[in-house]
């Protein structure tokens, strides 16, 4: 089972610093070494990938991860295009790797970084040959009115919707 | 929304340097307010807004969900076929 960190709550408008919306965090321990969690989880995401998660217009055949700082993330779908959803921001085989989650609240391709939320991913190997696996979702308030368009879509609260849709529309004029 | 990741604002703040009118810009904030995204408070004559953290719950939710499968499906295919390469 891959845990949850528990959350507290954000608190008021008192403090300094900037407002957060907390980052969704999950670990889960792997029997194996870092390397190989490592190379599975990047570079062989295809191998584990969920089939239902990506961006196209036809089923997605698979899921491409460029080993590289600045490498592309993208799926090639059915229909010969593919479609880029992600890009490599820091890669530190087999400790660390980063990536920006380029999908938009119109769940497409967003090439401007400063508006895309952040995964890290870190490998921690035990004595014990397993390796701890954290991954941490955050700046998901990049996103802006993206994320609540996205949680529309998400959620099958139909009443937000239309709330959602008029704030979107908003959001873009105001942009 | 962007202005406001840095920190609470006042509206007039809000209002500075974006290609709209205030009172655009304090209708935008109701809708805003209404759907959870932003969260506001009087000090002294002013209202301040910022982030409500609450209006991001379900996107959370959603990626606490997503991950949490992804993870597991994760651990079965690295445990599952070791074939033993490193």
Redesign the interface.
Same mark, same amino acid.
Not at chain 2, 4 to 8: A, I
């Given at each position: 089972? =891959?845990e949850?960190e528990v959350t507290q709550? +954000?608190q008021?408008?008192g403090g300094?610093?900037?407002?957060?919306?907390?980052p969704?965090r999950?670990?889960?321990r +792997?029997?194996?070494?870092a390397?190989?969690?490592f190379r599975?989880?990047t570079e062989e995401m295809d191998?584990?990938?969920?089939r239902t998660?990506h961006i196209g217009r036809s089923p997605m055949k698979r899921v491409v991860v460029e080993g590289r700082p600045g490498g592309a993330i993208y799926t090639d779908q059915e229909d010969g295009s593919a479609c880029p959803w992600a890009s490599v921001l820091a890669w530190e085989p087999p400790h660390r790797f980063v990536m920006a989650w380029q999908i938009n609240a119109a769940w497409q391709y967003e090439p401007d970084l400063g508006k895309c939320s952040e995964v890290e991913v870190r490998f921690t190997p035990a004595d014990d040959g397993t390796t701890l +696996?954290e991954?941490e979702?955050r700046e998901?308030?990049?996103?802006?009115?993206g994320? =609540?368009r996205?949680?529309a879509d998400?959620?099958s609260d139909g009443g937000?919707s239309s709330?959602?849709a008029?704030?979107a529309a908003?959001?873009e004029?105001?942009a | 929304? %962007?202005k406001?990741?840095?920190?609470?604002l006042p509206v007039g703040e809000l209002a500075r340097g974006?290609p709209?009118s205030r009172p655009?810009?304090s %209708?935008?904030l109701r809708?805003?307010k %209404?759907?959870r995204?932003v969260c506001d408070?009087a000090v002294g004559t002013r209202r301040?807004y910022?982030?409500d953290?609450r209006?991001?719950a379900?996107?959370?939710e959603?990626?606490?969900t997503?991950?949490?499968?992804?993870?597991?499906?994760? %651990?079965?295919?690295?445990?599952g076929?070791?074939d033993g390469?490193?």
């Open positions: 089972m =891959a949850t709550p +954000v008021g408008a300094a610093g900037r407002e957060e919306v907390k969704v999950k670990s889960i +792997v029997r194996a070494d390397g190989r969690a599975m989880f191998s584990w990938w969920p998660h +696996v991954l979702h998901l308030a990049r996103h802006g009115g994320g =609540a996205m949680r998400v959620s937000w709330v959602l008029l704030f908003r959001a004029l105001a | 929304m %962007q406001l990741r840095s920190g609470p974006l709209v655009a810009v %209708q935008h809708v805003l %209404q759907a995204l408070e301040i910022r982030i953290p209006g991001f379900s996107l959370r959603y990626f606490d997503f991950w949490g499968d992804a993870l597991e499906a994760f %651990q079965a295919k690295v445990e076929t070791d390469r490193n």
